[in-house]
């Protein structure tokens, strides 16, 4: 069966791969493939920044969120060191349960097939690609998140990895209507959050960076550091479920050819907060748009014309988070980043605007973490 493009898997990053393809050219045959029937669960903070909106809005998405409580403040926390303020715009805490399913049917809505398939295998050819020996298409998205399927099938390692474990616990007083992270005291980057979902329950967790050498922890391990970190955040919690976020690094350079890779397939989860669905979104909306032009050219340049895209919206970005995180294993730096967002609101913003979205280290910043 051919098609114009295939998408391997249909969370956040593919389904945006499908409308943005199909919004750049509205003919196109669209198949996405996932392992899973919807609507599915997915482990995740749950937490959705509205640059998130911003994107859909531009392929014609609105209203996914209408019916859902909106969150204004975020507290940062480390041992004493606390800062709770309103932020610049209000984030969402969505389960992906209903967050994935109505994206998905935003797809389908503009024109994409989704069917069950649990993709084994890539077979990249001159002028196509099999997947299968199923379907063949002029350009593959893979989109088939942390353990991605389609990667190893290129042969393309892994980078840094964290663990994390989530579950939905009843919104314990003093942590409604925001969005709480705790910072562990450790070298290893690590910390615990409480998201307010705005229905009496929230997503609650706690995640670090695995470590070369070191054993990993146990889920009771996990929930004991959630406890230490998040007192009685936890309780009542059910749901409980780990997952693996891989982390981006200091570069982030797609290779040429039909083969994309967005979203966690493409190991782009912020190494500072752990976010993932706006790099989701982003990476897929641009894979979408590079696949239809190759496909209006009928040639083999998706790649490049993808690695261009991503690398004026986040080649900056990304050396900045790896550089921030390398810096935020020092707990002076970020006793010192807390002090600052607490003293300066444009610090704050600054520091939301590059946790959760594309920002960048700003001035204001660089001046908070000196004189603080």
């Known amino acids: 069966m051919e098609w114009d493009l295939v998408v391997v898997g249909a969370g956040p990053a593919g389904a945006a791969a499908a409308l943005g393809a199909l919004a750049a050219e509205p003919g196109l045959s669209v198949l996405l493939l996932d392992r899973q029937?919807?609507?599915?669960?997915?482990?995740?903070?749950?937490?959705i920044a509205p640059h998130v909106f911003d994107l859909l809005a531009e392929v014609g998405v609105t209203g996914l969120v209408d019916d859902r409580t909106p969150v204004r403040r975020l507290a940062l926390q480390r041992g004493d060191l606390k800062v709770d303020r309103l932020m610049e715009r209000p984030a969402w805490v969505v389960p992906r349960t209903i967050f994935d399913q109505r994206l998905v049917e935003a797809a389908q809505a503009a024109g994409a097939e989704l069917r069950r398939h649990r993709v084994r295998a890539l077979d990249v050819r001159r002028s196509a690609v099999r997947v299968d020996d199923l379907f063949e298409a002029r350009v593959v998205v893979g989109?088939?998140?942390a353990h991605s399927v389609v990667r190893r099938t290129?042969?393309?390692p892994a980078g840094p990895t964290a663990l994390a474990l989530r579950g939905y616990a009843p919104t314990t007083a003093g942590r409604s209507a925001r969005q709480v992270i705790v910072f562990g005291t450790a070298r290893q980057l690590s910390y615990a959050w409480s998201f307010d979902r705005g229905d009496g329950l929230s997503n609650v967790g706690y995640g670090e960076q695995l470590l070369a050498g070191r054993p990993r922890p146990s889920r009771a391990e996990l929930l004991d550091r959630l406890e230490e970190l998040l007192p009685g955040a936890g309780e009542g919690g059910t749901e409980w479920r780990g997952h693996h976020l891989p982390l981006s690094s200091w570069s982030w350079r797609p290779a040429d050819g039909r083969v994309l890779l967005a979203g966690d397939a493409a190991g782009l989860i912020n190494p500072m907060t752990g976010e993932g669905i706006y790099y989701a979104v982003a990476t897929g909306l641009l894979?979408?748009?590079?696949?239809?032009?190759?496909v209006r050219r009928d040639d083999g340049g998706a790649g490049s014309e993808y690695r261009r895209s991503?690398?004026?919206l986040l080649a900056r970005h990304l050396r900045h988070t790896a550089l921030t995180a390398r810096l935020s294993r020092s707990g002076r730096v970020l006793d010192a980043?807390?002090?600052?967002?607490?003293?300066?609101q444009r610090v704050f913003d600054d520091l939301v605007e590059l946790g959760l979205a594309a920002g960048r280290i700003t001035p204001a910043m660089l001046r908070g973490l000196v004189t603080k």
């Open 154 to 156: 290129l042969g393309l």
């Open 310 to 312: 991503t690398a004026r």
């Open 287 to 294: 894979a979408g748009r590079a696949a239809a032009a190759a």
């Open 143 to 145: 989109a088939d998140g």
């Open 37 to 47: 029937d919807f609507p599915r669960d997915k482990a995740c903070g749950d937490g």
């Open 337 to 344: 980043g807390i002090r600052a967002s607490a003293a300066d």
